[in-house]
């Protein structure tokens, strides 16, 4: 979660741990499920497994849309941190998937404020490597390898919900999981990803939903790929602070727009979160569209604005460390169902 991590005791990090033990589905579940919960090397033997903080998957609620919304959690979060966001998604027609990428290097671990002064490229050079895997080609033929970051190409990003995505349409091929990938009405894949090999994304039915680290990672996707929408809740971190209240964006963001337009790029950030101003740095510099409007004295549609913000105290307990930046989107931190109406809007308005 950029540079912000959550502190817990020895005894709050077990009861986590057997929560998630309990909640877990078989990574085998059938085609009749509503939801799963799959081991990342179960999609492809060279990833990385995780048998606690698993790929999370789920169908919608009701009428589904054909629309995929992909949750990245922030640095080192869990995918079982995010159920209430993930419903909401689902109650709007998405079907829904908690990516586990590789996390625990932070935004500002990467790219600390002194290196990013001399080398601000540092965070195109860490994004691409979280998201496309160290020495691999990007989609314009670019390479990047940065120097602690060790994401290799089968653990990245991409690779994984590609490898994921095949792995749901066998595991449940008329659960609807095809519509995101280039396949004909039998499943069948019309386009091999040349880089990772597996069915190619469909990337103008996904809509990546970041929080933290994650929302960093959704917006490097969008200088590639034409998501549907991007919603950054409490990020992008992709800014270094130059003092006294003013910030340098990355130049990744600041050199040519990017594929997805600033329009269906939305954010939802605290006005007491430490790194507010890094945040809003980049959201302007992305030329996100509206005033910023309090989700607290407003409703949908917030006057058209994509750019919400929100005093809410947080709900956590004493054992996290940001409260009012974990709040945004973590199931323990988001006051009950206060930002329900906020999600959708920004995952789902034109």
Not at 249 to 273: F, M, Y
């Amino acid at each position: 979660m950029g540079h912000i991590r959550r502190i817990m005791s020895v005894a709050v990090v077990a009861a986590l741990v057997a929560v998630a033990a309990a909640c877990q589905q078989p990574p085998s579940g059938g085609a009749a499920s509503t939801s799963w919960s799959i081991n990342p090397s179960a999609t492809d033997a060279l990833i990385a497994g995780d048998s606690v903080s698993t790929h999370q998957a789920y169908l919608p609620i009701g009428a589904a849309q054909n629309k995929l919304a992909v949750i990245l959690p922030g640095t080192s979060a869990t995918t079982l941190a995010f159920s209430e966001l993930a419903t909401v998604l689902r109650r709007s027609g998405f079907h829904v998937i908690v990516l586990r990428y590789p996390s625990s290097l932070g935004t500002t671990g990467a790219c600390p404020d002194a290196g990013a002064a001399t080398y601000p490229d540092c965070f195109r050079v860490f994004r691409s490597e979280v998201v496309f895997g160290s020495d691999v080609q990007d989609p314009i033929g670019d390479t990047y390898d940065h120097p602690i970051a060790a994401v290799n190409a089968p653990n990245s990003v991409v690779n994984r919900l590609t490898k994921l995505l095949d792995h749901l349409v066998q595991l449940a091929p008329t659960a609807g999981w095809d519509k995101f990938q280039y396949r004909t009405g039998a499943g069948v894949c019309t386009q091999v990803d040349g880089t990772y090999g597996g069915c190619a994304i469909n990337w103008t039915k996904v809509t990546a939903v970041g929080h933290s680290q994650g929302a960093g990672v959704g917006l490097y996707l969008a200088k590639f790929f034409p998501l549907a929408r991007v919603v950054m809740l409490s990020g992008s971190f992709d800014a270094y602070d130059l003092g006294g209240g003013s910030f340098a964006v990355a130049p990744w963001i600041t050199e040519a727009p990017l594929v997805v337009a600033p329009a269906d790029i939305r954010t939802l950030l605290h006005t007491s979160d430490p790194a507010l101003g890094r945040m809003r740095a980049v959201a302007s510099a992305l030329g996100i569209p509206g005033s910023e409007v309090n989700v607290t004295t407003s409703s949908p549609p917030y006057g058209g604005s994509k750019r919400l913000v929100t005093s809410l105290a947080s709900s956590c307990g004493l054992w996290d460390s940001s409260p009012s930046h974990n709040s945004t989107a973590v199931d323990a931190c988001a006051p009950d169902q206060a930002y329900d109406a906020a999600w959708t809007y920004l995952a789902t308005a034109s």
